[in-house]
């Protein structure tokens, strides 16, 4: 009994560490000016989440967001921030009034869809529960879908971000153009 009562509270305080973690850094991510740190701050809030994962008992999901989001992807994100390196300027440098109006826009969906949720839970339409076999989540299940029923938006991700380290090596490469030549004479 003690021992159960042990591994609850243990469970309990891993997950408020690894929720507040994911808070942490999810703030740290925005309010980074330097690139590099807000990337190796959603790095953290990656990992953090993957804890999360882990303890809701999705393994598979939380090994698939450590090794193709903290991993293959920020792999690219940081080589595009230092191929562009940290003195380019960027396009919405000013503030222009779309991004306010985006965010505004962005937290009004959310605040709609959280009533949504609510309300649909309180109605009791949520409350009825769909019978999942036991493949439900495994790996093998996972890949079937990957590569039957959902090849193409599978296949038009991996174009998107390959266009993504493209477009970041293009613009790497017009910003090293456009800068002085900061050799020194000799």
Same mark, same amino acid.
């Given at each position: 009994?003690?021992?159960?009562?042990?591994?609850?509270?243990?469970?309990?305080?891993?997950?408020?560490?690894? &929720?507040?973690?994911?808070?942490?850094?999810?703030?740290?991510?925005?309010?980074?000016?330097?690139?590099?740190?807000?990337?190796? !701050?959603?790095?953290?809030?990656?990992?953090?989440?993957?804890?999360?994962?882990?303890?809701?008992?999705?393994?598979?999901?939380?090994?698939?967001?450590?090794?193709?989001?903290?991993?293959?992807?920020?792999?690219?994100?940081?080589?595009?921030?230092?191929?562009?390196?940290?003195? !380019?300027?960027?396009?919405?440098?000013?503030?222009?009034?779309?991004?306010?109006?985006?965010?505004?826009?962005? &937290?009004?969906?959310?605040?709609?869809?959280?009533?949504?949720?609510?309300?649909?839970?309180? !109605?009791?339409?949520?409350?009825?529960?769909?019978?999942?076999?036991?493949?439900?989540? !495994?790996?093998?299940?996972?890949?079937?879908?990957?590569?039957?029923? %959902?090849?193409? &938006?599978?296949?038009?991700?991996?174009?998107?971000?390959?266009?993504?380290?493209?477009?970041?090596?293009?613009?790497?490469? %017009?910003?090293?153009?456009?800068?002085?030549?900061?050799?020194?004479?000799?």
């Amino acid at each position: 009994m003690i021992v159960a009562s042990f591994a609850n509270v243990l469970v309990w305080a891993i997950w408020v560490v690894a &929720a507040f973690a994911c808070l942490a850094t999810g703030i740290a991510v925005i309010s980074f000016t330097n690139p590099f740190y807000s990337s190796l !701050s959603l790095i953290g809030n990656l990992a953090s989440l993957a804890v999360m994962y882990l303890l809701l008992s999705a393994e598979f999901v939380a090994a698939a967001q450590v090794l193709v989001y903290a991993g293959a992807v920020m792999v690219m994100f940081l080589f595009v921030i230092a191929y562009i390196g940290p003195n !380019s300027e960027s396009p919405w440098m000013g503030g222009p009034s779309w991004q306010a109006v985006g965010a505004v826009l962005a &937290a009004g969906a959310l605040f709609i869809e959280i009533v949504v949720v609510i309300g649909l839970k309180a !109605s009791g339409h949520l409350s009825h529960s769909e019978n999942v076999g036991t493949a439900f989540g !495994s790996p093998a299940e996972i890949g079937r879908l990957f590569l039957t029923d %959902h090849l193409l &938006a599978f296949e038009i991700t991996s174009i998107v971000l390959l266009v993504a380290a493209v477009g970041g090596v293009i613009l790497g490469a %017009h910003s090293r153009r456009d800068a002085p030549d900061e050799m020194p004479s000799l």
